[in-house]
Every structure is written in C-alpha cells, then in structure tokens.
C-alpha cells in the first residue's frame, strides 16, 4: 500500500495545514461551563466528540493528519461555524495564524492522566 502522505500536493500539505490551525484556534477560543466556571475546551474533549484519540486531535491540529469529512462536519457543528465559512478560511492561501492570534496562556489544573495535553477533569 502506497503512503498517501508523501504523495500529498503542496497545496493539500497547505490545507492539512489550516485546517490543524482552524482547528486549534476554534478550541482553544471555546469554553464550556463546569460548576458556573468557564472551562477551555482541550484535545480530550474533542476526541471524545470525534471518536478518536487525543494524540489523534493533535495530529489533526499540527497538519499531520488530514481530517476526515464526516469528522470536519462534526467539528464544525461542535464548534457552530458553518462548513462553507471553513472552506473560505482554509483553502485561501494565506491563512496560516500566528502563534500570537491562538489563546496559548491557558494554565490548568491537571488531575487527569499524565500523557493528556491541558486536561483539567479526572478521566472517566
């Protein structure tokens, strides 16, 4: 079986690539309400809503991985963006945030396992 990942054209590595930014950008400016507190959304709840690992999530986020459509339907309504707004963003070739644009300041506290990126609640 061929590797799909070294036949990637520059412009699929491109859009891999925004969507992983999309991505994060749209989690990490997310929160939830636990116990009245505003919560950020981690790589863990995401996989959970997706179905996947959170190594997983992270692959989607740093462009490793392409996201699947059905997945990127889900994210879309997980995060309430509408498909085509998405589209827009990541198939422009400019899309590329900076690191400065993502909320990367975001400390918690950690009680879940240790190999679990910016968790905050014990596993289930």
Do not use: H
């Not at 925004?18 to 981690?42: A, C, D, F, H």
């Amino acid at each position: 079986m061929k590797n799909l990942k070294n036949n990637l054209s520059e412009k699929d590595t491109l859009i891999n690539t925004n969507m992983g930014q999309w991505l994060k950008y749209e989690r990490k400016k997310s929160y939830i309400l636990v116990n009245g507190k505003k919560k950020p959304i981690t790589q863990s709840m995401v996989a959970k809503k997706l179905g996947v690992t959170f190594q997983q999530v992270q692959k989607y986020e740093k462009g490793d991985n392409t996201i699947p459509i059905f997945r990127w339907f889900a994210l879309c309504d997980y995060f309430n963006v509408q498909p085509n707004r998405v589209k827009e963003l990541v198939t422009g070739d400019i899309f590329l945030l900076s690191e400065d644009m993502l909320v990367s300041n975001i400390t918690e506290t950690k009680t879940g396992d240790n190999n679990d990126n910016n968790d905050f609640c014990p596993k289930e």
